[in-house]
């Protein structure tokens, strides 16, 4: 499992794929009785359909008071977001680590 910090750079920094904002349709309990009823990767080739490029502040991402970050979709997220960084080359985020140090 790759360590991630939660700084959040990744969810208002970088461009992802990410559901579009269609609040009804990415409802917990809507995406809890399509994955009840279709199976998760329906509802990953959903949200992937759904969604649209984003280089901005994800409408996702709620900012803890710890100073971490949170993704309110985390579960549901579409693959850009789940394969970031990419695991097969890392087992823990450099951009992370550095911003929680401060060193960046
Ligand atoms: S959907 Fe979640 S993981 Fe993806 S950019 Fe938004 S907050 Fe980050
Ligand atoms: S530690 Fe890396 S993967 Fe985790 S939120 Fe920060 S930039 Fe994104």
């Not at 998760?40 to 994800?58: A, H, K, T």
């Not at 309110?72 to 789940?82: F, G």
């Amino acid at each position: 499992m790759l360590t991630c910090y939660r700084c959040g750079s990744c969810c208002h920094e970088m461009v992802a794929m990410v559901p579009k904002d269609e609040s009804s349709n990415l409802s917990p309990d809507f995406l809890a009785n399509l994955e009840k009823s279709h199976g998760f990767d329906y509802v990953d080739e959903y949200i992937d359909n759904n969604s649209v490029l984003q280089g901005m502040r994800c409408q996702w991402l709620r900012d803890e008071p710890d100073g971490t970050t949170t993704c309110l979709v985390y579960e549901k997220r579409s693959s850009d977001c789940r394969n970031y960084p990419d695991p097969t080359i890392t087992s823990f985020c450099r951009v992370g680590k550095l911003k929680m140090t401060g060193e960046l």
